[in-house]
């Protein structure tokens, strides 16, 4: 009979061969989890990947460790789909769980390179999400292959995996394996590893991919690629992992090796900020709303162009309220025209009148909704250059047949007023705020 250490109830589907896939795959989510006692720790992984799906929609997959007991479901689709409440409730409870969400490209939707990869080895069993890139891949799969490594995907992620268990059968334990095979690997890595009886988080040198701690209200220690992972949770965050550093969690607590920490420049890429990361997660002490906002200001300074159309596609939320402040209204090319834009939200009533009075603003379509109807005595409501349009989305404005029936008309009216050069009809209810 196998030792605890070594069983495995794995889940996993029968993967059918697929081609090569040579295409990188560097925004990928990861996950762990480390609980004292024995919980749902794979609910907890899903609800992370759930807030990480933005960083891989291509595959996601979970394992439970129950104590040195491995079950795990990984398949192609998003997480909703892969783990419906049968599947991940037949996950069982554990003390560690790690998560992962995989991107993926044209061609590319191979089932064998779902993730966490497992790795059985007589020391134990081991598994490990991966998020980023090696430089020396090739070179390093060459070398296991020769010396009889069987490869059973075509990504980095199981390079890595056997290079750890290389250096796992040399070295006393699993955290020591870690730092030796670091010593081997070139690139981009942001790794979150599980043995039977711990959970390490590790960020490669350059520290180009992020990683950040955080701990349940109940001290179990939590591992992601972004803040929102953390969030999700309700984890409260810790602090990043530093570039270079491995961090393991077990039940002595928290230890952190910064051997290789400060031996390479840090090189964060800069996708994080422009498009990988969700705008609500705080990576390496930055907000990324707050960086995509000054990069915006930047390139506004820097490359300034005085445009007949602009385009832009901004919700309203609270992030945006208030975003084209009077500053940024006169900043414009003069006679500009706003169009959809959100009285109220996106820019204050004052402003924009003001804007509109003294010329600047050459005219204005406004988005009025029902949470912010406009008061009977504002002076948009004369202004010729102005056309208020109704966010009809609302109940105060009816969602009846008789009332889209109405839109419906008045819009087909105002279709034929204009191909005919006759003004249109405009329908205004000052009561109702519209």
């Known amino acids: 009979m196998p030792s605890k250490s070594m069983a495995c109830t794995d889940l996993d589907k029968a993967a059918p061969a697929a081609g090569d896939d040579r295409h990188l795959h560097e925004e990928c989510g990861v996950f762990g989890v480390y609980s004292n006692v024995t919980a ?18 291509e595959s996601a997959g979970i394992v439970v460790n129950d104590d040195g007991l491995f079950r795990s479901w990984r398949d192609v689709g998003l997480v909703s789909d892969v783990f419906p409440k049968e599947r991940l409730r037949s996950l069982g409870l554990g003390n560690i769980a790690v998560g992962h969400v995989r991107y993926g490209t044209t ?4 089932k064998r390179n779902v993730q966490p990869i497992l790795v059985n080895h007589y020391k134990g069993r081991m598994a490990l999400a ?8 090739q070179e390093l799969r060459l070398q296991l292959e020769s010396q009889g490594s069987t490869f059973h995907t075509t990504t980095d992620s199981e390079v890595i995996a ?8 040399k070295h006393g334990s699993i955290e020591e394996a870690v730092s030796a095979a670091m010593d081997r690997l070139v690139g981009a890595y942001s790794l979150v590893i599980s043995s039977p009886s711990k959970l390490i988080a590790v960020r490669d040198p350059h520290g180009f991919r992020p990683l950040c701690m955080g701990r349940l209200k109940d001290g179990s220690v ?65 907000s990324v709303h707050v960086a995509r906002q000054r990069a915006g200001a930047f390139l506004a300074l820097e490359h300034p162009v005085q445009a007949d ?93 008789d009332v889209q029936n109405t839109i419906w008309h008045i819009c087909m009216d105002n279709l034929e007023r204009y191909l005919t050069g006759n003004p249109l009809k405009n329908v205004v209810n000052r009561s109702e705020g519209y």
Not at 43 to 54: C, E, G, R
Not at 130 to 137: I, M, V
Not at 162 to 169: K, S
Not at 335 to 361: I, K, M, Y
């Open 130 to 137: 991966h998020n980023g890139n090696l430089t020396n891949s």
């Open 162 to 169: 056997y290079i750890i268990v290389q250096e796992r059968l």
């Open 222 to 286: 939590v591992f992601a690629s972004e803040s929102c992972g953390l969030d999700a949770v309700g984890a409260s965050f810790e602090r990043d992992i530093l570039p270079g550093e491995i961090v393991v969690a077990d039940k002595n607590g928290v230890k952190s090796d910064r051997s290789h920490c400060g031996i390479a420049p840090r090189r964060l890429c800069v996708f994080e900020f422009i498009y990988f990361a969700r705008p609500d997660s705080v990576i390496d002490g930055s």
């Open 40 to 57: 749902d720790v794979a609910s907890l992984a899903y609800y992370a990947l759930y807030a990480l799906q933005h960083r891989g929609q």
């Open 309 to 401: 159309i602009v385009i832009g596609c901004l919700p309203n939320t609270r992030e945006t309220a208030g975003l084209l402040t009077a500053e940024r209204l006169h900043a414009m090319k003069a006679g500009a025209v706003l169009v959809n834009v959100g009285r109220g939200s996106l820019a204050g009533t004052d402003d924009l009148v003001s804007a509109l009075q003294d010329g600047h603003l050459g005219g204005a379509a406004l988005d009025v909704f029902e949470t912010e109807p406009l008061p009977a005595d504002c002076p948009l409501w004369d202004m010729e250059n102005v056309l208020l349009t109704p966010h009809i989305a609302g109940p105060s404005f009816g969602s009846s047949a």
């Open 107 to 110: 061609g590319s939707d191979n």
